[in-house]
């Protein structure tokens, strides 16, 4: 079993398979020169959270690929393009009705339509109990986002490349978060990238000391209050300039007794570590009715089960 999902319903009398498709948390995100493929170095904490899209695939014969959301249906969404992609690379098709119940907001840097997409994979596995050799799902997802692998395994890890060398990391827990997504804001991913190239372009000898003392520090981490110095995003700066919202909802977090903020991924949204549950749901509490936050979330770290088994990651990529 490649990875231990947090809500599994086996339902439809085994005819469909339902997954939970958690979004993630950028507690750190470094990020480094242009690479010639164009995308960037970066090197970042990725945790996933409880918050999560809900996907559901059964068997559609004759119908051809459905994919139902209310943010993007059809052969435009990330979950039918890792079916496309997975039918370029085994012969036949798949017929079959995925539907996607969101939760996760969209374009928010949440990572949840690589979840959806990565969670579509793993449900098709099951469905049709394919035994998809581990560098085989890798490339599959690979093709479908940077950030696609990152979802097919369970638990924090530390990711680096362009997003696609993955390397598995505890980080203590329960971590108590405050997702927070500001009022009437959506970016994207590119168009930040983009800022962040005009307001600086470190070069890889500056990049990757920093990557090295972010990589020992997050290894290092023995309780969730030590993951404070590495609570930090190149692209927050970027953001925060031309859009004050995310700087405002960052310094929310902070007076409401978040230990540690920033914005994830490529935003706009943004969050808090908290000592405990009760401040963290206080201050989601205090976000909302204060209406800095258009959605705001209380949730926790998703830590991989004990005995689920780990190892599916091809080796070359795992420790790369
Ligand atoms: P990342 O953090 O990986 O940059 P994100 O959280 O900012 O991603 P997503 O929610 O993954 O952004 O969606 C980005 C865009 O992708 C959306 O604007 C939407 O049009 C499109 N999209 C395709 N499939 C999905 C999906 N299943 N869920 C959400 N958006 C999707």
């Given at each position: 079993m490649p990875r231990e999902p947090v809500e599994t319903t086996q339902s439809c009398n085994g005819r469909c398979v339902e997954l939970a498709a958690p979004a993630k948390v950028n507690l750190g995100l470094l990020v480094g020169p242009l690479r010639a493929d164009g995308f960037h170095e970066i090197c970042s904490l990725m945790v996933p959270v409880?918050?999560?899209?809900?996907?559901?695939?059964?068997?559609?014969?004759?119908?051809?690929?459905s994919v139902e959301c209310e943010v993007c249906r059809g052969e435009a969404n990330l979950a039918a393009r890792i079916v496309r992609a997975l039918e370029r690379r085994?012969?036949?098709?798949?017929?079959?009705?995925?539907?996607?119940?969101?939760r996760v907001p969209e374009?928010?840097?949440?990572?949840?339509g690589s979840s959806d997409a990565a969670t579509t994979l793993l449900a098709i596995e099951r469905l049709f109990a394919l035994e998809l050799p581990a560098k085989l799902r890798y490339e599959i997802a690979q093709e479908v986002g940077?950030?696609?692998?990152?979802?097919?395994?369970p638990g924090p890890q530390l990711v680096m490349g362009k997003g696609n060398v993955l390397k598995d990391v505890e980080v203590p827990d329960p971590l108590h978060i405050v997702v927070a997504v500001p009022a009437d804001l959506r970016l994207s991913t590119a168009d930040v990238y983009r800022w962040r190239d005009e307001d600086a372009?470190?070069?890889?000898e500056e990049f990757a000391p920093r990557t090295r003392r972010f990589t020992l520090g997050a290894l290092a981490a023995q309780r969730p209050q030590d993951l404070a110095p590495l609570v930090t995003n190149d692209l927050e700066g970027s953001v925060a300039s031309r859009r004050p919202a995310v700087a405002g909802l960052k310094r929310a977090l902070r007076e409401a007794g978040a230990f540690a903020a920033a914005m994830s991924g490529s935003g706009p949204s943004v969050f808090g570590l908290f000592a405990d549950e009760e401040r963290a749901r206080a201050a989601r509490d205090e976000l909302l009715s204060s209406s800095r936050a258009a959605r705001a979330f209380y949730v926790t770290d998703l830590q991989p089960k004990e005995e689920a088994p780990r190892g599916r990651r091809p080796s070359s990529k795992r420790d790369g």
């Open positions: 409880t918050l999560a899209d809900l996907v559901k695939v059964e068997p559609a014969p004759g119908q051809g690929l085994l012969p036949g098709s798949y017929e079959v009705r995925v539907t996607i119940r969101k374009a928010s840097g949440l990572g949840g940077a950030d696609v692998p990152f979802f097919l395994w372009q470190p070069t890889l």
